[in-house]
């Protein structure tokens, strides 16, 4: 059977390619009974969501991915149910929106060097007035032929140890989980397989998770593979921890990741859905 439920997805708000509407209808057309938009450390797509899933019957749940740096590297906090009107979480995602600014005219210069012109301008275009990611400039990097798609550019260019890549400071975890909690949500670790972690530095990570607060591990996940359901559920017993599932969709141009096509959770695991007033089908 397959999942009706998914909390984990982007909009143009952040690095997605459909409005928080076309985001919606296209997961009810795919079946989805309960979606999530957790745009990167934005709300701004919130109300169009909860308008198009109201218009169409569809249940929606606010949320946000929040950047944290965790021991030198990048990790990523879904808040699951957030308040959107909640100040905290406001002032904080505010914060790393600053760092976003510079981090993206920095990311210009330092390609500049590399002889590629004009990316902060374009990357900007690309991302319509909202927040620009480093997606944004690895679409420009493709549309302007330097490489053949979006993975290869973030391997060239945008990850550590790459010209364009700007190391910098996100949110703290204890904070990132604090914003949350503070806007009534539920903090959740976004694909834990993908940090490529040993195995003892993610339990770490995973206990001072617990130890901030953090409720949920993101067991089923659009980029794990089915063997990362199974040791990433194992995870989450071992910590008392309930588990989500998200396909951390962008858009149509992603075609190996649709909406509405998630695994169950594996067994034993507590969904974080659990107390929820809805009858998920997971
Ligand atoms: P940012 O938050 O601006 O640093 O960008 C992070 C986003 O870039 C992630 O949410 C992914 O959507 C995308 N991303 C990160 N690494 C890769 C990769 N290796 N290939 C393709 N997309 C990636
Ligand atoms: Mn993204
Ligand atoms: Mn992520
Ligand atoms: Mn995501």
Not at 223 to 229: F, I
């Amino acid at each position: 059977m397959s999942c009706t439920i998914d909390l984990h997805a982007h909009s143009t708000a952040s690095d997605g390619t459909l409005t928080p509407s076309e985001l919606m209808r296209r997961a009810a057309s795919a079946g989805v009974e309960v979606m999530a938009l957790t745009d990167h450390d934005t709300l701004a797509g919130l109300a169009e969501a909860a308008r198009a899933a109201a218009d169409i019957g569809l249940g929606f749940v606010p949320g946000v991915e929040v950047s944290v740096t965790w021991q030198g590297g990048t990790v990523h906090i879904v808040g699951i149910g957030v308040n959107a009107d909640s100040e905290v979480l406001q002032r904080g995602l505010a914060g790393l929106r600053e760092f976003r600014d510079w981090r993206a005219e920095e990311i210009g210069r330092r390609l500049a060097r590399e002889g590629i012109a004009g990316s902060f301008e374009r990357a900007r275009e690309l991302s319509n007035g909202q927040l620009i990611s480093r997606t944004h400039f690895a679409r420009f990097l493709v549309e302007a032929g330097h490489c053949r798609d979006v993975r290869s550019v973030f391997h060239k260019y945008l990850v550590p140890g790459r010209p364009g890549f700007v190391a910098g400071q996100w949110a703290e975890l204890g904070d990132a989980v604090r914003w949350i909690r503070s806007a009534g949500g539920q903090a959740v670790i976004a694909h834990p397989a993908r940090y490529k972690m040993t195995r003892s530095k993610l339990r770490r990570l995973v206990a001072e998770f617990v130890e901030a607060g953090g409720e949920g591990l993101e067991v089923v996940s659009g980029s794990h593979s089915r063997d990362e359901y199974f040791t990433m559920g194992q995870l989450s017993r071992d910590f008392e921890l309930c588990a989500s599932a998200g396909s951390d969709y962008h858009g149509p141009e992603h075609p190996w990741i649709e909406l509405g096509r998630l695994p169950e959770l594996p067994p034993g695991c507590t969904p974080i859905w659990h107390d929820w007033p809805i009858d998920a089908a997971n």
